[in-house]
């Protein structure tokens, strides 16, 4: 164990084990005062776990320890962790919209006055905070107002302030990932100005480019374990690519099943929120990956074709007919969806699993007998199907594990009747047995003749479970990976692809 | 209502067929640590407390007959509430719609000589329209069900008002429509044979067939209903025709049991009702709104309130009693919700020290 940074955060041997999985492997870590060290992995690398064990959120696995400029703190204790100089501007920037600027920095402690609050001290006060990040800007101006770069830099200079001048670590977690390309350059020159003061920032992110714009050191994690360490300036895009994407596959994927020629659903010029004119043809009996960062339009796309979303421009067409997106419109045409978001949007976490899988096809009139015992007997053999553990239908869906839940609400299309899938993340927080048992259900429905539409974070995922990947990259699409073109490596460079510097 | 609480009180849960692998966790969802059929056991401890408390005026065919024929109207416009509850609308002013409906009814009969049964069909279309109109606030325009109910109770309560001149009783009603409410065949009062008609085609429809399963869905989680092809927002406007048409309903055959229109007997009916509804979702089905559940709640609380007024209670007594039950009923059933242990109160005292859920990268 190399001896910890006299200047700067260093972490070491920090694990986190989770019941059903290891999210960190013991990690070691070192920003140096006064510079940028990325973070890159992919989702589910062990980036938001190391963060918010940083942040004492989470209690890591005994044994670890973290030092910053010499002085060891306490891990797993949010109060440690500000008194030792540690701050934070999380993705959602934590401020209030409607409260105006002065007050979004007063927020987690006031400015100086004892009884009375005077509105002019306060400006000026709120004014010398900002100053530094070279943002002018109308205080009095409600947070909403303003833009997402300055938004960013509020958040920052609310997280330094009072503060630490010279000193202390700013973790950064994708502050970017909204911000369109020209804001970037103020929160660029904002951070650079918060390192020349000898500040360690630790800056997580998806995209590549800003990496070699931005910081003097990167690290990669893979599977909880940091895979690589090194000076920006000693590597190469390609290379951090190979080291995100990683290489190790074993058995856990299926041989992707082959397309038809028949087309299931024909998407043509479709727009939404982020999606700008995509149009692709999905074809029954295939697994059609799509892939892309956040903020690509990914997470539209099967809301748009389901109809949850409102659709801009474009038309859908399925199995040659015109097709109106709304759910219930949806579901007549033979299509179902799972949603990314288990809790609140895939199912009914309080009702059994009977109710939550017949919910889609009642197979009764509206008025008509709905006998309990006769739908357990007509749910149960999809249950075991689909190898649900247990499969027992009058189970709340709530008490199952995540990747029994998936499977459950894929046995409710496939009872349905749906010839296309609509699946957004069906691994997410699923361990690999049920992934394994996941991917067998969509490879024996497509091989059925199921069309399957497949969004997902994971690129490795999607190059072996797929024939064919999309991938979508500011609201456009950008590449179709298929055959030999189509690798993890390909997948992940594709979708960074405009941000790496020619 | 102690009694409630005692974790002894367990019930067996019926499992189809498939021995449930871990009865432990399958139990936990639901309030069945409170047993399903606990109230039927606090039931019986009231009649045997005030039988022998005071034997003489409880144990009497008139005290059960009072009690039966007076939940009758309790018991449908709960009904409708439930309908309403499950499909997550909370809707505030059927009582005052009860209320104005009972004038309605009266005043076309009195002043405008409408024939009973024209007068009765006239008055179970505003009290659906009460519901529509709720329904179209709430789907529509995306107002929040408490104040859009809210708002329609005072309007409904100024009509009753105007209709009545400040409140007078709508005294003389034809005895074709009275006898609505009198018979009694076989010595049950018939507005029970009535209640018992609504609770099963309520149990029917809310329990057992696509639309009851649509609003519990809508009710508990209304995009993941929406995404199973669920038209939401019918299934609210349902919801609130229901309950505008059962309170509606039971109006007028109050009106008909008293003999005269009473302008503020809507609000008697307010919390009652809620408490009944709430609890019942501590029995037979935990966790849900359900009709079986609703009626053994309303007559737990019927039967607790009438012992006390036997007793020689004051008339504070029944406000009393339901503003208790309500807040015991829904803290029950919130426990229920979220408990894993046997019991809610050891629950209570444990939840300071809640782990953050588990939250992966």
Redesign the interface.
């Known amino acids: 164990m190399t001896a910890p940074l006299r200047a700067g955060l260093s972490i070491r041997n920090m694990s986190k084990t989770y019941p059903a999985q290891v999210a960190l492997r013991r990690v070691d870590l070192d920003v140096a005062a006064g510079q940028v060290h990325a973070l890159l992995g992919q989702n589910g690398s062990g980036k938001s776990t190391l963060i918010k064990a940083l942040a004492g959120y989470h209690r890591p696995d005994p044994g670890a320890a973290a030092w910053l400029n010499g002085e060891q703190f306490e891990l797993g204790s949010s109060v440690a962790a500000h008194a030792a100089g540690v701050r934070f501007v999380h993705q959602d920037l934590g401020l209030v919209g409607e409260l105006d600027v002065i007050d979004n920095l007063a927020l987690g402690g006031s400015f100086e006055g004892r009884r009375w609050l005077s509105n002019r001290r306060e400006a000026a006060a709120a004014r010398r905070v900002l100053e530094p990040y070279g943002l002018d800007i109308d205080v009095r101006m409600p947070v909403r107002d303003c833009s997402p770069a300055q938004r960013a830099i509020v958040a920052i200079a609310r997280a330094l302030r009072g503060g630490l001048p010279g000193e202390g670590l700013l973790v950064l977690d994708e502050p970017t990932a909204t911000l369109p390309e020209r804001e970037v350059r103020l929160l660029f020159s904002a951070i650079r100005s918060i390192c020349a003061q000898g500040t360690a920032v630790l800056y997580v992110t998806h995209r590549l480019g800003e990496v070699f714009e931005l910081a003097e050191t990167v690290t990669v994690l893979r599977d909880g374990v940091a895979v690589a360490s090194m000076p920006v300036a000693e590597t190469t895009p390609d290379e951090v690519v190979t080291h995100i994407a990683g290489r190790a596959l074993d058995q856990l994927y299926p041989p992707a099943p082959p397309p038809r020629a028949e087309i299931a659903v024909e998407v043509i010029d479709l727009g939404g929120q982020e999606l700008n004119g995509v149009s692709f043809s999905l074809h029954s009996g295939e697994i059609l990956g799509v892939a892309g960062i956040t903020g690509s339009g990914r997470d539209e796309l099967n809301p748009l074709l389901f109809g949850s979303a409102a659709v801009r421009t474009g038309r859908v067409r399925v199995r040659g007919h015109e097709h109106r997106p709304s759910p219930a419109a949806s579901i007549r045409a033979g299509l179902g969806y799972l949603p990314a978001d288990r809790r609140t949007l895939s199912a009914i976490p309080a009702h059994s699993v009977r109710e939550n899988v017949t919910l889609p096809a009642l197979g009764a009139p509206a008025l008509g007998w709905l006998g309990n015992r006769h739908q357990a007997a007509d749910v149960q053999p999809w249950l075991r199907r689909l190898q649900v553990q247990p499969a027992d239908p009058e189970r709340p869906f709530a008490t199952l594990s995540g990747g029994n839940q998936q499977k459950s609400v894929l046995a409710r299309w496939l009872r349905a009747g749906s010839s296309v899938l609509l699946l957004d993340e069906p691994t997410q927080g699923v361990d690999v047995g049920g992934k394994r048992a996941i991917y067998d259900a969509l490879g024996a429905a497509a091989r059925g003749g199921a069309a399957v539409l497949m969004t997902s974070t994971d690129a490795e995922e999607l190059a072996e479970v797929c024939d064919r990947v999309l991938v979508l990259r500011g609201g456009r699409l950008a590449a179709v990976l298929v055959g030999a073109a189509l690798s993890a490596d390909a997948i992940v460079a594709e979708s960074l692809r405009e941000e790496v510097p020619a | 209502m102690s009694e409630v609480l005692d974790p002894t009180l367990f019930a067996d849960r019926r ?4 021995p ?3 009865p432990r ?2 139990r ?3 309030a069945a640590q409170l047993g399903r059929f606990s109230g039927v056991y606090v039931l019986v401890a009231f009649i045997i407390a005030y039988g022998i408390w005071v034997p003489k005026t409880f144990l009497t065919t008139t005290t059960l007959q009072s009690i039966i024929g007076d939940q009758a109207v309790t018991g449908i416009v709960t009904i409708g509430l439930v309908f309403a509850l499950s499909a997550g609308a909370f809707d505030l002013s059927f009582a005052n719609n009860l209320g104005l409906s009972g004038v309605i009814c009266a005043d076309l009969m009195l002043n405008h000589q409408v024939n009973p049964a024209l007068a009765i069909v006239i008055t179970l279309a505003c009290g659906l329209l009460v519901g529509a109109v709720n329904a179209f606030f709430v789907v529509r325009v995306g107002v929040n069900s408490i104040v859009v109910t809210l708002g329609m109770s005072s309007v409904l309560s100024a009509l009753n008002s105007k209709l009545t001149n400040g409140g007078q009783y709508l005294t003389g009603l034809p005895s074709s429509f009275t006898k609505l409410a009198s018979p009694k065949p076989w010595g049950v009062p018939v507005l029970a044979l009535y209640l018992l008609v609504a609770a099963v085609i309520g149990w ?2 809310l329990e ?7 609003l ?2 809508t009710g ?2 209304a ?9 939401t927002g019918r299934m609210t406007l349902l919801a609130f025709m229901v309950v505008g048409g059962l309170s509606s309903l039971a109006g007028i055959l109050v009106t008909a049991q008293v003999g005269a229109a009473t302008p503020d007997i809507g609000s008697g009916y307010l919390l009652a009702v809620f408490a009944a509804a709430y609890l019942g979702t501590t029995q037979i089905k935990p ?1 849900r709104f359900n009709i079986g559940g609703t009626i053994l709640a309303i007559f737990l609380l019927a039967t607790g309130v009438k012992g006390l007024q036997l007793g020689g209670g004051q008339a504070w007594i029944t406000d009393a009693f339901n503003g208790v039950a309500l807040i015991l009923a829904v803290s029950l059933a919130t426990l229920g ?1 979220r408990s894993g242990t046997a019991n809610p109160l050891a629950r209570l005292v444990r939840r300071r020290g809640a782990v ?1 859920r ?4």
């Open positions: 499992d189809d067929d498939a449930a692998p871990t966790s399958s936990r969802a639901g029917y429809v057992h067939t696509p639309v009851g399963r649509r519990q869905a508990a989680g995009e993941a209903a929406r995404l199973a092809g669920v038209s966790g919700q953050p588990s939250e992966q990268s």
